[in-house]
């Protein structure tokens, strides 16, 4: 078996490295002593192995453990999974690190709500679990690149984790920065990264190497593969401690493909015999969460396979926190082996079936371009990532649109990652994908705009083409096999800011065939303490729905899939808006009883959900809604004098309040209603081999 050094390392393990160097990189810089909470301070040693044993102090130390990852649940949940996954019986959480999402642009760091991994971290000690952290740079985990930021792909030589400098470059400077937040957080003062360092791999990983120093754990599913614990680790490793760093609760779903489950009795099964066989166990997935956003990953081996927008991953909690056969069964194993009385389960957090709602306002893509400034001119096609976008750092999620024109008809033909939806004018006339890479267009006449809308649909997270993930038209595209030139391109990246653009005299009425793709904009009314439900969206093809500026993810009529997890935290009570169309949504900023001060000219002071019979007044400017409007309104205030001397107050009645706001982007065929229900359907059952 091989072993590599630290002067000799498959690229795999890049990112473990950079961590143990850069932990004493970081200690020589920064007394960190301050930074460590007072209750973390009495322990001499960290996590140990010794012989066959984890020791921990003087004591042995078995780690029962399960992942649960902060970006995929919203931070209001954080303590309810963290107190289900105490009263199971472990006493380890595993996270990973996603670097794409806390560094989404190039030296811009964001830690902050929902990606608080400080906080996360220090709940999890204060409910009485250990950490396990898996930092990256890498991290598969079915996300979007596995992990790395798109901006990497900037760069037409890039080669992902691996030694190419580029790569380095980057990983030490996030790092840099990760590093002073996850240092404090361990459990010993003063000492950079010194607790137990390890690597997680299948069979076929560990068969190219393993890290001399690094203790070696394994991946797996059933108890078929047990001897990979009783031999195959001994031979690589030697007499060290055992360990399943993924034993697979589940399993994730792609788009098209059935629902992924496995027997809750083969899992405490399988979970029984690693125990038995000496051995510490992570469950992945604890808790699977929910793909947020265009978080996904993808899969590209023969076929190419997104991941749906639920990480449900048949695990031992479901999306929204519910428990599981699996819960009970390992809950009752655990326990019996923990040696002390559980805690209890806490409650269930309840479900709530709202009204079905009716979109009223709409917004045609088509309408919309004029509102987003000047597009992208180019000669050639840019690819998402290198558009001059975002500070330089490219696009990274979201859709695409490129114009020109033409004068013919014909082939028309190119390279599209992943879906594109090809428009003469305003016309669909079909789609290019991977599999399908050319098109006939039909005989025009004179001038003729040709548009494809494209979708990244997830970049690949695992596999040998991780390097080929640039998204959009790749390179030129044809017609008859003549390059076109002269391109206009639009960034829909569908992010807040996305939607500022569109205020209320944008919007029209839903008219009886509308134009897509559009947006729509409804309403839900909300009497009572919101609860957690699942959006469903029969009748409707392919898009995307955002509510109060969260993304909520994708829906696609393909399946598995059929309803989206809306957390009840999200929601208000009142009135909440509602839309569809690719995602437009307005901030969602509390009444202030004033603002004052002179504000720069055409700045959008705020945006308001008023009842109709509402007037808006300030010193120097009115507004009331007119009777036809629906319920709500979403107003926009007008640019505000700024002349020398003038003073702007805006105050509103303490009544006033923001509701939830709701928004789809459909891309082909809107359905009638939005509706409601207390129960998720994740499609067909298909039982894992």
């Given at each position: 078996?091989?072993?590599?050094?630290?002067?000799?390392?498959?690229?795999?393990?890049?990112?473990?490295?950079?961590?143990?160097?850069?932990?004493?990189?970081?200690?020589?810089?920064?007394?960190?002593?301050?930074?460590?909470?007072?209750?973390?301070?009495?322990?001499?040693?960290?996590?140990?192995?010794?012989?066959?044993?984890?020791?921990?102090?003087?004591?042995?130390?078995?780690?029962?453990g399960?992942?649960?990852?902060?970006?995929?649940v919203?931070?209001?949940?954080?303590?309810?999974?963290?107190?289900?996954?105490?009263?199971?019986?472990?006493?380890?959480?595993?996270?990973?690190?996603?670097?794409?999402?806390?560094?989404?642009?190039?030296?811009?760091?964001?830690?902050?709500?929902n990606?608080?991994?400080?906080?996360?971290?220090?709940?999890?000690?204060e409910?009485?679990?250990?950490?396990?952290?898996?930092?990256?740079?890498?991290?598969?985990?079915?996300?979007?690149?596995?992990g790395?930021?798109?901006?990497?792909?900037?760069?037409?030589?890039?080669?992902?984790?691996?030694?190419?400098?580029?790569?380095?470059?980057?990983?030490?400077?996030?790092?840099?920065?990760?590093?002073?937040?996850?240092?404090?957080?361990?459990?010993?003062?003063?000492?950079?990264?010194?607790?137990?360092?390890?690597?997680?791999?299948?069979?076929?990983?560990?068969?190219?190497g393993?890290?001399?120093?690094?203790?070696?754990?394994?991946?797996?599913?059933?108890?078929?593969?047990?001897?990979?614990?009783?031999?195959f680790?001994?031979?690589?490793?030697?007499?060290?401690?055992?360990?399943?760093?993924e034993?697979?609760?589940?399993?994730?779903?792609?788009?098209?493909?059935?629902?992924?489950?496995?027997?809750?009795?083969?899992?405490?099964?399988?979970?029984?015999?690693?125990?038995?066989?000496?051995?510490?166990?992570?469950?992945?997935?604890?808790?699977?969460?929910?793909?947020?956003?265009?978080m996904?990953?993808?899969?590209?081996?023969?076929?190419?396979?997104?991941?749906?927008?639920?990480?449900?991953?048949?695990?031992?909690?479901?999306?929204?926190?519910?428990?599981?056969?699996?819960?009970?069964?390992?809950?009752?194993?655990?326990?019996?082996?923990?040696?002390?009385?559980?805690?209890?389960?806490?409650?269930?957090l309840?479900?709530?079936?709202?009204?079905?709602?009716?979109?009223?306002?709409?917004?045609?893509?088509?309408?919309?371009?004029?509102?987003?400034?000047?597009?992208?001119?180019?000669?050639?096609?840019?690819?998402?990532?290198?558009l001059?976008?975002?500070?330089?750092?490219?696009?990274?999620?979201?859709?695409?649109?490129?114009?020109?024109?033409?004068?013919?008809?014909?082939?028309?033909?190119?390279?599209?990652?992943?879906?594109?939806?090809?428009?003469?004018?305003?016309?669909?006339?079909?789609?290019?994908?991977?599999?399908?890479?050319?098109?006939?267009?039909?005989?025009?006449?004179?001038?003729?705009?040709?548009?494809?809308?494209?979708?990244?649909?997830?970049?690949?997270?695992?596999?040998?083409?991780?390097?080929?993930?640039?998204?959009?038209?790749?390179?030129?595209?044809?017609?008859?096999?003549?390059?076109?030139?002269?391109?206009?391109?639009?960034?829909?990246?569908?992010?807040k800011?996305?939607?500022?653009?569109?205020?209320?005299?944008?919007?029209?009425?839903?008219?009886?065939?509308?134009?897509?793709?559009?947006?729509?904009?409804?309403?839900?009314?909300?009497?009572?303490?919101?609860?957690?439900?699942?959006?469903?969206?029969?009748?409707?093809?392919?898009?995307?729905?955002?509510?109060?500026?969260?993304?909520?993810?994708?829906?696609?009529?393909?399946?598995?899939?059929?309803?989206?997890?809306?957390?009840?935290?999200?929601?208000?009570?009142?009135?909440?808006?509602?839309?569809?169309?690719?995602?437009?949504?307005?901030?969602?900023?509390?009444?202030?009883?004033?603002?004052?001060?002179?504000?720069?000219?055409?700045?959008?002071?705020?945006?308001?959900?008023?009842?109709p019979?509402?007037?808006?007044?300030?010193?120097?400017w009115s507004?009331?809604?007119?009777?036809?409007?629906?319920?709500?309104?979403?107003?926009?205030?007008?640019?505000?004098?700024?002349?020398?001397?003038?003073?702007?107050?805006?105050?509103?009645?303490?009544?006033?309040?923001?509701?939830?706001?709701?928004?789809?982007?459909?891309?082909?065929?809107?359905?009638?209603?939005?509706?409601?229900?207390?129960?998720?359907?994740?499609?067909?059952?298909?039982?894992?081999?």
């Open positions: 078996m091989t072993t590599w050094s630290l002067r000799r390392r498959p690229a795999r393990m890049l990112g473990l490295l950079l961590l143990v160097i850069l932990g004493f990189l970081v200690l020589r810089r920064v007394d960190w002593s301050a930074l460590v909470p007072l209750w973390l301070r009495h322990r001499q040693l960290g996590l140990q192995a010794k012989g066959w044993n984890f020791m921990l102090e003087d004591s042995t130390f078995w780690i029962f399960g992942s649960i990852h902060y970006f995929r919203p931070r209001e949940y954080w303590r309810d999974r963290l107190l289900k996954m105490k009263a199971c019986g472990l006493n380890t959480l595993t996270t990973y690190v996603p670097w794409n999402l806390h560094e989404p642009e190039r030296g811009k760091f964001d830690f902050s709500g990606l608080d991994l400080e906080a996360f971290v220090l709940m999890a000690a409910i009485g679990l250990w950490v396990i952290l898996r930092p990256g740079p890498y991290i598969c985990s079915e996300m979007d690149l596995g790395l930021p798109s901006w990497l792909l900037q760069d037409p030589g890039m080669r992902l984790r691996t030694t190419y400098k580029g790569f380095t470059e980057a990983v030490d400077l996030y790092f840099d920065h990760l590093m002073s937040r996850v240092v404090p957080l361990q459990a010993l003062e003063d000492r950079g990264i010194v607790e137990l360092l390890l690597t997680s791999d299948n069979k076929d990983g560990l068969s190219k393993i890290v001399q120093g690094v203790l070696a754990t394994i991946n797996l599913q059933s108890t078929r593969e047990l001897q990979l614990l009783t031999t680790l001994f031979n690589v490793q030697g007499t060290q401690p055992k360990m399943v760093m034993y697979w609760t589940g399993w994730f779903d792609s788009w098209g493909g059935p629902h992924n489950i496995l027997d809750s009795s083969e899992v405490l099964k399988t979970v029984s015999a690693i125990v038995d066989a000496g051995s510490s166990i992570n469950l992945y997935m604890f808790h699977g969460g929910t793909n947020f956003g265009f996904n990953g993808a899969m590209h081996f023969h076929d190419y396979k997104s991941d749906v927008t639920s990480y449900d991953y048949d695990a031992v909690l479901t999306e929204a926190g519910d428990y599981t056969a699996k819960y009970m069964k390992l809950r009752d194993f655990f326990g019996s082996i923990s040696g002390i009385p559980l805690p209890p389960p806490p409650d269930l309840p479900k709530m079936s709202y009204e079905p709602i009716t979109p009223v306002l709409y917004l045609s893509l088509w309408d919309a371009l004029k509102y987003m400034g000047e597009p992208i001119k180019s000669e050639k096609p840019i690819n998402m990532e290198n001059p976008v975002n500070g330089g750092n490219g696009q990274s999620f979201g859709y695409i649109l490129y114009e020109t024109s033409i004068t013919s008809s014909g082939v028309l033909s190119g390279r599209v990652r992943d879906r594109g939806q090809v428009f003469v004018n305003t016309v669909s006339i079909g789609f290019l994908d991977y599999k399908t890479t050319k098109i006939a267009v039909p005989l025009i006449q004179g001038y003729t705009v040709l548009r494809i809308l494209v979708e990244n649909r997830g970049r690949v997270n695992y596999g040998e083409n991780i390097d080929d993930q640039r998204k959009g038209l790749i390179g030129n595209l044809y017609l008859n096999d003549s390059p076109l030139k002269k391109f206009r391109i639009y960034s829909l990246d569908m992010k800011s996305f939607f500022q653009r569109f205020g209320l005299d944008k919007w029209s009425s839903l008219p009886e065939t509308p134009t897509l793709p559009a947006f729509f904009l409804g309403s839900l009314s909300i009497s009572s303490t919101p609860c957690d439900t699942f959006l469903k969206l029969e009748g409707w093809e392919k898009g995307v729905v955002f509510i109060n500026g969260q993304n909520l993810g994708r829906y696609w009529n393909i399946g598995p899939q059929k309803t989206l997890y809306l957390p009840g935290p999200w929601l208000s009570s009142g009135i909440n808006q509602v839309g569809a169309s690719s995602p437009f949504l307005f901030p969602k900023t509390p009444c202030p009883p004033a603002l004052p001060g002179s504000l720069p000219s055409g700045w959008r002071v705020c945006q308001w959900v008023l009842p019979s509402s007037s808006l007044r300030t010193s120097c507004l009331s809604l007119p009777a036809w409007f629906p319920n709500p309104l979403l107003l926009t205030l007008p640019p505000l004098s700024t002349s020398p001397g003038t003073r702007t107050d805006l105050s509103c009645p303490p009544s006033w309040a923001l509701s939830p706001q709701v928004i789809i982007f459909e891309e082909t065929m809107a359905g009638p209603a939005l509706q409601f229900t207390e129960t998720p359907h994740l499609g067909r059952n298909q039982y894992i081999k």
